[in-house]
């Protein structure tokens, strides 16, 4: 938890310091008169550059914090999440979500960096194209369930270090919310993983 | 358009921001920033008193934001155009001020040209949506309670022009769509203006909206 207020404060000051400083650079230089076309040139060049840069800063604080889990339900922010990865990478990700499931906005931020995880790890390790996301809800339990078919692993064997490191990061967040975490795979089999939160 | 002079009031918690954005809209011709305000407040104290024709706002400000002021600006002067000033990540505070009155936003590292832009549009009674709106805010606005402006009288589109209009979404160059249904560049270059006109967007994001709005294309053409 303590990692989560921390990467709030990072995530805040980003949005709040450097996202308008940068706002205000560039609508100072807009306001040079230039004449030559080096100069035009130079501009335009500089201009971009701090787009570039306020693209990154939205980048690094939406990693830090998606500012709209505060402000909107777990299901909209995975979408929007879903939404950037597919802008940049191959990977064929799709999500549904049982209306009538209900998240207790506590354990919200731990099912996301779930989702992070996954994602992540589906898309460095798995070789996968596709990958299935589900949340679904039953009277006793909430469950995430997601699919890839990728090359799986082999669950008792070695894995690399940043496997590894992947799964471990997933096992850690489901004891955080009392989770338990089921994985199905096997080598060219794609891998399946089921969470499921007890209500 | 001709227009004689626009006065506008800006508000931002960002000092800074504000003295940069001041300094920006005075020194185009025809607009006048008539006051500054750092907090909801403030913001609302000026307004009554100046009445100026535009209101650019910050959304997030302390003792009052921005959406609790639109509501409270549009219901003493409804004839003020309102337009939220955003950072990224914001799409949801975005969505709130469109349905508390705003008629358009801005990211606040647009273009000076944009900003300017919006500002005439708005002055003109028309709604702006930033040239960097991203296709799932598209969706969302179009979802939300916020309703853009009837079109008085209701537009009719061919189905060359409802075609051309998808594949504008789909993000496809002039050449591109020149190419798939076999016109010359020119005619699809007119086509765009045209149709710009017709639903009079400004941009990309006005089209997305409209298309989506009135079923041209499906949110999981976009997303």
């Known amino acids: 938890m303590i990692q989560e207020q921390e990467r709030k404060r990072i995530a805040n000051d980003l949005h709040d310091s450097l996202g308008p400083l940068l706002s205000t650079v560039k609508l100072y230089l807009h306001g ?84 992070q995880e996954i994602v992540h790890n589906t898309i460095k390790h798995s070789g996968a194209s596709a990958l299935k996301l589900l949340i679904t809800w039953q009277s006793d339990a909430l469950f995430l369930i997601s699919e890839d078919d990728g090359k799986g692993f082999d669950l008792n064997g070695t894995r690399t270090a940043s496997e590894g490191l992947g799964l471990k990061s997933i096992e850690n967040r489901c004891e955080m919310i009392n989770a338990t975490l089921k994985i199905i795979t096997a080598k060219s089999k794609g891998c399946k993983i089921i969470i499921k939160v007890p209500n | 358009m001709y227009y004689s002079n626009i006065n506008i009031v800006i508000a931002d918690d960002h000092e800074i921001f504000l003295d940069g954005l001041s300094l920006m809209l005075s020194g185009h011709e025809g607009f006048t920033v008539c006051g500054r305000a750092s907090n909801g407040q403030q913001l609302l104290e000026i307004v009554n008193r100046e009445k100026p024709d535009i209101v650019l706002t910050d959304i997030r400000m302390p003792v009052v934001d921005g959406i609790q002021s639109t509501k409270q600006i549009l219901a003493a002067h409804p004839g003020i155009g309102v337009i939220a000033l955003s950072m990224f990540d914001e799409e949801n505070l975005v969505i709130e001020m469109l349905e508390a009155g705003a008629k358009g936003y801005l990211l606040k590292n647009a273009h000076k040209n944009e900003i300017i832009d919006a500002v005439i549009s708005v002055y003109q009674n028309k709604n702006y949506y930033c040239s960097q709106t991203s296709f799932l805010l598209a969706t969302m606005i179009v979802r939300s309670k916020f309703h853009p402006d009837v079109q008085q009288p209701p537009i009719v589109l061919n189905d060359r022009e409802k075609t051309i209009i998808q594949m504008i979404c789909q993000q496809k160059t002039t050449q591109e769509i020149a190419d798939k249904i076999y016109l010359s560049k020119r005619t699809v270059e007119g086509y765009r203006v045209k149709i710009l006109e017709k639903i009079q967007a400004k941009n990309i994001a006005g089209v997305v909206i409209f298309a989506l709005k009135n079923n041209i294309i499906k949110e999981e053409d976009v997303l």
């Not at chain 1, 889990?69 to 549904?96: G, P, T």
């Open chain 1, 32 to 115: 040079i008169a230039v004449k030559t076309d080096t100069d035009k040139q130079s501009l335009t060049k500089a201009s971009g550059y701090i787009d570039e840069t306020i693209k990154n800063l939205r980048e690094i604080s939406y990693n830090l914090l998606p500012g709209s889990l505060m402000r909107n339900d777990l299901v909209e922010v995975v979408r929007e999440y879903i939404a950037r990865i597919a802008s940049h990478h191959v990977l064929k990700i799709s999500f549904e979500a049982a209306p009538e499931a209900v998240i207790e906005k506590k354990i919200e931020i731990h099912l996301f960096r779930v989702i």
